[in-house]
């Protein structure tokens, strides 16, 4: 999967930064095109030379070392590379790309790359347990950057434990293994609904549930990963979409919701309701604030139309997944809507478990199929979560 790929390998400063030689050598003769680019800090453990000699490329630091005066240097390399790899990478890179920080030539150029980026963490065992570094991580983590655990092992300030970058050969074999899956859905189109909805009383009220969009806003940035065109219908939430390639359309009632996703469902191959839509909403609203008055209130709610039975009914060739987030007999209940909404797999998870609630950064799912085949996928993030789901949809889809 690498043959003629442009692989851009960024060596920051720790010890580790011997091993780049290797890896540099093992991606060549994988066929790949590379370039180094060295901070300060590395230089003073390998010489730039040795790079230069492994990968038959000029090394870049410097970002005032203009090569060729037709082109700014980082911005050209930052568009060139097929794939990005920093291998060592240190706590100080890890928090200047986590923090949007670009002091140098490396860190300028991560920033201005659209090409994918798998990090491999070298350091200290207690700096890879610091809590910052950890919370930069997960960062990193939820805008799409891949991660390379790094081993355990006797490390060079002497510690044993976490923290040894791993070998370059698993290096490789991580990333070749990613790059094929990058490919799992291309040419499939893809429909996901996100988020709650807001059915409103008044200009200054209305009814809403806890759903945070995570879920669902997980699955359309690795679908996007994958290869697929990804539509993301949104209800009303905070969270930003960092992947150019999908195409958001934000919407607010269920009524809305219900409208934008029958306008694309047509189109699509696979449609994922993840959102969280309101089963009822307030009969009468009003367009002035609704003032207080003595003694009780008594709002009268309706029902608001059934998207995923709506779908379902209509539904031809387009692979349909559910989700069911139930607080006791999930199982049941997941089944039961699998079946009456005519759907081709359920996801079901129950939301008080603790780590797999609205709002959390874990979820912990059952996805279970049209023949009753089930998946438990244990507690993760939900990135990880929504990646294992759209494998099984494409395994799904493959048995059919």
Not at 84 to 98: E, H, Q, R, S
Request: charge should be negative; include cysteine; charged fraction near 25%.
């Amino acid at each position: 999967m690498l043959n003629q790929k442009n692989i851009l390998l960024g060596v920051s400063g720790g010890i580790a930064a011997y091993k780049a030689c290797a890896l540099t050598s093992k991606l060549t003769q994988a066929g790949a095109n590379v370039r180094i680019m060295m901070t300060e800090n590395a230089t003073e453990f390998v010489a730039p030379l040795t790079f230069q000699s492994l990968s038959r490329n000029p090394v870049y630091i410097d970002t005032f070392d203009e090569k060729d005066p037709k082109k700014i240097a980082h911005i050209d390399v930052a568009d060139w590379a097929d794939i990005v790899i920093i291998a060592p990478a240190t706590a100080n890179m890890i928090g200047k790309l986590a923090n949007g920080i670009a002091d140098d030539m490396l860190s300028t150029t991560l920033l201005a790359t659209m090409a994918t980026v798998y990090i491999a963490p070298a350091m200290n065992v207690h700096m890879y347990a610091h809590p910052a570094v950890v919370r930069n991580m997960k960062q990193l983590d939820a805008w799409g950057y891949h991660f390379i655990e790094p081993g355990a092992g006797y490390l060079a300030c002497g510690y044993v434990g976490k923290g040894r970058l791993e070998e370059p050969e698993s290096i490789i074999k991580v990333i070749d293994n990613h790059q094929s899956e990058d490919k799992l859905l291309s040419g499939k189109k893809v429909l996901i609904s996100a988020g709650p909805t807001q059915e409103k009383i008044d200009p200054i009220r209305y009814f809403t549930n806890r759903s945070s969009g995570k879920m669902g806003f997980a699955l359309a940035e690795a679908a996007a990963q994958f290869g697929a065109d990804v539509t993301l219908v949104a209800g009303p939430t905070a969270i930003e979409t960092t992947n150019p390639l999908i195409d958001r359309v934000d919407v607010t009632a269920a009524e809305d919701m219900y409208v934008a996703m029958h306008d694309h469902f047509q189109a699509n191959d696979i449609v994922i309701k993840a959102a969280a839509v309101a089963d009822y909403r307030p009969k009468i609203t009003y367009d002035e604030k609704v003032k207080k008055q003595a003694g009780e209130l008594q709002v009268e709610m309706e029902r608001t139309k059934d998207i995923l039975q709506s779908l379902g009914e209509i539904k031809k060739n387009q692979f349909l997944v559910g989700f069911a987030a139930e607080t006791s007999n999930p199982l049941d209940y997941g089944l039961a809507k699998l079946e009456k909404k005519h759907l081709d797999a359920i996801i079901i998870n129950n939301v008080s478990t603790e780590g797999a609630g609205f709002g959390e950064d874990t979820n912990i799912v059952t996805y279970v199929n049209q023949a009753r085949k089930q998946k438990e996928l244990p507690k993760a993030t939900k990135r990880e979560i929504a990646e294992s789901i759209l494998k099984l949809i494409d395994r799904d889809m493959k048995d059919d």
